[in-house]
């Protein structure tokens, strides 16, 4: 098994969301951090499947209108690693993966409104969970046989339009997670001359 702890942001894209296109005021004025913890057991060198627990805050503003969401996600999704699908006996430092998969998350909204000189504060908990599915990639690379650092990139699609509790256009919210993480090889710990398994060069 392979245990993948991160840290990165989170990003709002929805109808209070004025920044899409330009990536350095997303990240600025409507991200904010987020904190994941993936496992993933590997039927092949190929093929994974990994289970994520996913802890993210985002924001964004509108007029006279602004608010902070805190997101908890589990999910289920499948992995592919690119380099040993086309490359299969090769054992590089440097990986690239591909992924999706489905999960739900609980949220807690707080809205702010200002009216004059008062700023009215609402906080709307969502204690039904939510659906989302996702995409996303990832870089590694190998320091030791056991350690890897990662850099990820996921977009994930809700089927709700409230994760800013403003609800227009017909459409849903959604949200990304820029990561970079530290990834560790339980089970080469555990066992440290696997058959199966090659030394790293």
């Avoid at 997303?26 to 993933?40: A, D, N, Q, R, Y």
């Avoid at 089927?159 to 820029?178: M, P």
């Avoid at 990561?179 to 710990?189: A, E, N, P």
Wanted: aromatic share 16%.
């Amino acid at each position: 098994m392979i245990l993948n702890l991160n840290g990165g942001i989170a990003s709002h894209f929805g109808d209070l969301s004025i920044y899409d296109f330009y990536p350095d005021s997303k990240l600025m004025t409507e991200s904010g951090p987020g904190f994941g913890i993936i496992g993933t057991w590997y039927i092949t060198n190929t093929f994974g499947i990994s289970g994520q627990l996913l802890d993210a805050n985002i924001k964004a503003g509108m007029d006279n209108i602004s608010f902070r969401t805190r997101i908890l996600e589990y999910n289920i999704h499948g992995r592919i690693n690119f380099i040993n699908l086309f490359r299969p006996n090769s054992h590089p430092r440097f990986g690239f993966e591909g992924y999706v998969g489905i999960g739900q998350f609980f949220f807690t909204v707080t809205k702010y409104s200002e009216n004059a000189n008062q700023t009215d504060k609402t906080v709307y908990p969502v204690k039904v969970p939510e659906f989302v599915y996702f995409f996303g990639g990832g870089f590694s690379y190998k320091t030791t046989k056991y350690l890897s650092i990662t850099a990820d990139l996921a977009i994930r699609q809700c089927q709700t339009d409230k994760l800013d509790e403003v609800v227009r256009n017909n459409d849903f919210d959604y949200y990304s997670y820029l990561s970079l993480g530290l990834s560790i090889d339980v089970g080469r710990l555990i066992n440290p001359h696997p058959k199966t398994r090659h030394k790293l060069k």
